[in-house]
């Protein structure tokens, strides 16, 4: 009794070092298995297609960088550009449309007039134009983050595709759960974070293609801010409104006021309304069902859907992944806890 008491003492001294080891790498490596879990079907067709794996692997995490940093790449040198290239006389346009719009309101709008005039006051937009290599380097800095953890989600990514059936063997054994309650777990987990991985990246470049194709016909680069929008529309409630707005305000103020009107409405109506709110969850579904080949193991849409957001909301841009992949545990927990409650009604010593 003694050693076992000794041996768990050390156990949880070994636990709080490596704790303190791998804290700050907590949440890259816990995205990294969801990750490798989403994408376990993929990992087993290239494996399947290549005879090694780790041949496999390394496709694997070569297309998932390539996801990450082809958009991301082209999105920050052209913005870098763009700012750089910033033209004053453009800004001084917008400033004067949008200080006329407040001082001569229309008549419906009279009550905001107080509320905007308060907030706009101190707003020089002189100061913007100097500030644009400040505000140029400050998005490169966040930039430079994001690309940090990307880069190690995929480093991480790769060793957890590698020795990631090993390591699932070897929590097993520690674990000693019945290979039925394993499976379960395992299943659930990876049906709801497949369908997650792959509805995310299909709504981002669905809406995304929808406002690039509009935005081309104005004059804009579409591959560019189509790319933005697919980023911003990961953003829940404000998303959209980061990207049309500013276009509208744009529009507004060189005099083109049909196409202010109209990426406004096409914006909040075929994206914002149709896309994102009816079409995203018919997305959700036809994905689950082919994916999800087990009936019982799917999961609502509508629950995906939510998880997602609240996911965005509490956790940031990585909360996409870490909120679905909570409420499938916890949804799988949930069915452990009645399968074992069935099991003990039918026992007589229960």
């Not at 070569?62 to 004053?88: D, E, M, R, V």
């Not at 104005?218 to 829940?236: A, D, E, K, N």
Request: glycine content about 6%; hydrophobic content about 55%; overall charge neutral.
């Amino acid at each position: 009794m003694r050693t076992q008491y000794f041996i768990a003492i050390l156990f949880a001294t070994a636990l709080y070092w490596m704790y303190l080891l791998y804290e700050p790498f907590l949440m890259v490596i816990t995205i990294a298995a969801l990750l490798a879990v989403s994408t376990a079907t993929l990992q087993k067709y290239f494996e399947k297609k290549f005879h090694s794996k780790m041949g496999a692997t390394i496709v694997s995490s070569l297309l998932l960088a390539t996801l990450f940093f082809a958009p991301l790449g082209y999105f920050l040198t052209n913005l870098t550009i763009k700012l750089n290239h910033l033209n004053p006389d453009a800004l001084q346009n917008v400033e004067r449309y949008v200080q006329h719009f407040i001082d001569n309101p229309p008549s419906y709008l009279h009550f905001v007039k107080p509320y905007i005039a308060d907030s706009l006051n101190g707003f020089d937009i002189n100061t913007l134009t100097t500030n644009a290599l400040h505000i140029a380097g400050k998005i490169g800095a966040i930039s430079a983050g994001f690309v940090k953890n990307a880069f190690l989600v995929i480093v991480f990514y790769f060793f957890a595709n590698y020795y990631g059936e090993s390591m699932v063997r070897f929590l097993k054994r520690i674990v000693q759960m019945s290979a039925e309650d394993s499976k379960l777990l395992i299943n659930e987990l990876s049906s709801v974070m497949s369908v997650v991985f792959y509805s995310i990246i299909v709504t981002a470049m669905f809406e995304g293609a929808l406002f690039g194709i509009a935005i081309s016909f104005m004059g804009y680069s579409g591959l560019l801010f189509g790319i933005m929008y697919g980023f911003t529309s990961l953003i829940p409630v404000v998303g959209g409104i980061l990207m049309w707005l500013p276009f509208m305000i744009y529009e507004f103020s060189l005099g083109h006021n049909a196409n202010a009107i109209f990426i406004a409405v096409y914006s909040v109506v075929a994206i914002s309304i149709v896309a994102d709110t009816f079409v995203k969850p018919l997305i959700i579904r036809e994905i689950n069902q082919r994916v999800s080949k087990d009936e019982a193991g799917k999961m609502n849409e509508l629950v995906i859907f939510f998880a997602i957001i609240a996911g965005l909301a509490s956790f940031g841009f990585w909360g996409m992944i870490l909120g679905p992949a909570i409420t499938a545990f916890f949804l799988a927990v949930l069915k452990l806890f009645e399968a074992r409650s069935r099991e003990c009604e039918l026992k007589e010593d229960c």
